[in-house]
T-cell receptor, first 114, second 115 residues
Framework: DVKVTQSSRYLVKRTGEKVFLECVQD?????MFWYRQDPGLGLRLIYF???????EKGDIPEGYSVSREKKERFSLILESASTNQTSMYLC?????????????FGPGTRLTVL | AQKITQTQPGMFVQEKEAVTLDCTYD???????LFWYKQPSSGEMIFLIY??????QNATEGRYSLNFQKARKSANLVISASQLGDSAMYFC????????????FGQGTRLTINP
């Protein structure tokens, strides 16, 4: 079974703190993605990576950065958390190229910034 | 640019009835894939069904089927014989075949099945 895990289910941080959200997948997927989910807006792509050390901005990258030092791990970093980054964060992974089909999602991290 | 529209924020259906969740899309890419995901209250995203733009037949997976009308750019999800456990958020998504293969999601529809 494909497994995508995220470091925390719930996280509470203060404004200005640096926040790390970690995602690990065990299926040797090339692609990894970070989304945020807000009511009425669906899921919006923050960043994605199609290979180790490669990253591309998604639709809403402002205020975020990412790191992919190993194929199985993709980290989302909030350099200085703000209250408008309170949201559900979902990580996903998939194969690339001809093998690409559905994305497999982690359980999500509900982040609250006070 | 790709766009997915789900016009039903919420739907209420009696148990055992069939339900159709609407999804329309917009893309200039001739090759693309359409997905439906289910998100129960626990939060995880569960893949339900996939339709490729060149697939000749509508996709089916158990009680789920995708009513794909390419000319109308619609990809509605049909759930037959609904069950209480079908109560969840449902998201339609699209992926272009070329490039980074990222998903673009609709706003979601909250489905509630009444006993």
């Amino acid at each position: 079974d494909v497994k995508v895990t995220q470091s925390s289910r719930y996280l509470v941080k203060r404004t200005g703190e640096k926040v790390f959200l970690e995602c690990v997948q065990d299926m040797d997927h090339e692609n990894m993605f970070w989304y945020r989910q807000d009511p009425g807006l669906g899921l919006r792509l923050i960043y994605f990576s199609y290979d180790v050390k490669m990253k591309e901005k998604g639709d809403i990258p402002e205020g975020y950065s990412v790191s992919r030092e190993k194929k199985e791990r993709f980290s989302l970093i909030l350099e200085s958390a703000s209250t408008n980054q309170t949201s559900m964060y979902l990580c996903a992974s998939s194969f690339s190229g001809a093998r690409a089909n559905e994305q497999f999602f982690g359980p999500g991290t509900r982040l609250t910034v006070l | 640019a790709q766009k997915i529209t789900q016009t039903q924020p919420g739907m209420f259906v009696q148990e055992k009835e069939a339900v159709t969740l609407d999804c329309t899309y917009d893309t200039s890419d001739p090759s693309y894939g359409l997905f439906w995901y289910k998100q129960p209250s626990s939060g995880e995203m569960i893949f339900l069904i996939y339709q490729g733009s060149y697939d000749q037949q509508n996709a089916t997976e158990g009680r789920y089927s995708l009513n794909f009308q390419k000319a109308r750019k619609s990809a509605n999800l049909v759930i037959s014989a609904s069950q209480l456990g079908d109560s969840a958020m449902y998201f339609c998504a699209m992926r272009e075949t070329q490039g980074a293969q990222k998903l673009v999601f609709g706003q979601g529809t909250r489905l509630t099945i009444n006993p």
